[in-house]
């Protein structure tokens, strides 16, 4: 049964009740002329009144079919739908009111139809970005992890080198031994020769020793340096990567502020994101002053290496031109003194180069050990960073899948 249908029976029902309950009195209580003179009245008003029903009636029915009619179609996604009712009563109002939320719907679906189609461009350009930046961690990575097993492995062998040199001790002594036993059948020109001549001679070779040595040192610790430079290129690499991260970090969360509440999960993953390059800027930075200070260190070493090799030069031409004047009196006593000299020089030659090189390889060996420490650590930090990055990636993916879907949803309504 139609609307228009039930409104006229209830009109009807609220005019007939009245009407039979006058009919009722009219039959108790007038007279037959006048009861068929109010029924006259009653029945041209009954006829007017359904002519009046009627067109109230149809006036009420049309508006409410529009009415579901438009709401029929804006069930079905097609938000064009207007309703034309111009009526000054509560139809009107609620026509108006429809047609005003139709407009709003169709305003915010659009809105979100924008901010999706922007949502999954910047899902797109962040998987890319990320991808790269992992793929370009990881590589940062194996290049610090293969220079830290070369520090390590380099630590090993000047640690198996140390002991070595540390076992030459013992030999020293017996060496040592016999050239006193020597020393013990020369006679009082032998040990004026010895005081002179020999102590000469071992100083100059001494100076000559050290020398070569304190320039291989030198040579190391140059290349030491020039390592150390490479790795502090690694750093600048690793923290320029923490600052693009932490700078597409931002964006991301901007772009998901504009998604309002679908882009609050996004939001918190780019938060960590950021936070996550932060750490790795710092690991970086204290990796870096790590570096400086070493460099600080290897270039003072270098400095102190020249002065002592300007001061060596200077007192070599001294002990040249002392010898000069104690080889006249060293010629006499040269049978004797050939073997004590030649075994003293090696002794005080080997022992004088096994201090330096004992000392000079348990620097590089600290250093080392510094240097495959500070490695390990940004190889840790790498390998975290690496791990957000993927972590950034899937979340990337799983954001354009949902602004896909939600394209999907869009495209259900004609706007």
């Known amino acids: 049964m139609s609307i228009k249908m039930k409104l006229l029976i209830i009109l009807s029902i609220n005019f007939l009740i009245p009407i039979f309950t006058f009919g009722y009195y009219s039959f108790n209580y007038l007279s037959s002329a006048e009861v068929r003179t109010i029924f006259t009245i009653l029945g041209i008003m009954l006829v007017y009144a359904c002519i009046q029903n009627y067109f109230v009636i149809k006036s009420i029915a049309r508006p409410l079919r529009l009415t579901k009619g438009a709401m029929e179609k804006i069930a079905e996604g097609d938000?064009?739908?207007?309703?034309?009712?111009?009526?000054?009563?509560?139809?009107?109002?609620?026509?108006?009111?429809?047609?005003?939320?139709?407009?709003?719907?169709?305003?915010?679906?659009?809105?979100?139809?924008?901010?999706?189609?922007?949502?999954?461009?910047?899902?797109?350009?962040?998987?890319?970005?990320?991808?790269?930046?992992?793929?370009?961690?990881?590589?940062?990575?194996?290049?610090?992890?293969?220079?830290?097993?070369?520090?390590?492995?380099?630590?090993?062998?000047?640690?198996?080198?140390?002991?070595?040199?540390?076992?030459?001790s013992d030999q020293l002594a017996q060496v040592h031994s016999q050239a006193e036993n020597i020393s013990s059948f020369s006679s009082e020109a032998n040990k004026a020769s010895e005081t002179g001549l020999e102590k000469m001679r071992h100083l100059n070779d001494s100076f000559e020793a050290s020398s070569i040595s304190l320039s291989s040192v030198r040579d190391v610790v140059m290349d030491l340096d020039s390592k150390i430079r490479d790795i502090e290129q690694v750093i600048l690499s690793i923290n320029a990567i923490s600052e693009q991260t932490n700078l597409l970090a931002l964006n991301a969360s901007i772009e998901a502020a504009r998604a309002g509440e679908q882009g609050k999960g996004f939001a918190v993953v780019a938060e960590e994101v950021r936070k996550l390059a932060e750490q790795s800027a710092l690991a970086t930075d204290r990796v870096k002053g790590t570096i400086i200070s070493i460099q600080s260190q290897s270039k003072k070493a270098v400095e102190e290496m020249n002065k002592t090799k300007d001061s060596q030069t200077v007192q070599s031409k001294s002990v040249a031109e002392t010898l000069t004047s104690f080889e006249t009196i060293a010629s006499v006593f040269e049978k004797v003194s050939d073997s004590i000299i030649t075994i003293s020089k090696e002794v005080q030659q080997i022992n004088s180069s096994k201090n330096i090189v004992v000392e000079s390889i348990s620097g590089i060996t600290n250093m080392t050990k510094q240097s495959a420490a500070a490695c390990q650590e940004a190889g840790a930090s790498t390998e975290e960073q690496v791990k957000a990055f993927s972590s950034v990636t899937h979340t990337a993916e799983q954001l354009n899948e949902s602004s896909r879907e939600l394209k999907k949803l869009m495209n259900y309504f004609s706007i």
């Open 79 to 168: 938000l064009n739908t207007r309703l034309d009712i111009t009526q000054k009563n509560e139809l009107g109002d609620m026509a108006r009111s429809l047609n005003k939320m139709t407009a709003n719907i169709k305003e915010m679906i659009q809105k979100i139809d924008s901010a999706s189609t922007e949502l999954a461009v910047s899902a797109e350009s962040l998987t890319a970005v990320s991808e790269e930046t992992a793929a370009a961690s990881e590589g940062v990575s194996q290049a610090v992890q293969g220079i830290a097993a070369g520090s390590a492995h380099s630590a090993q062998e000047a640690d198996e080198a140390s002991r070595l040199i540390g076992s030459l």
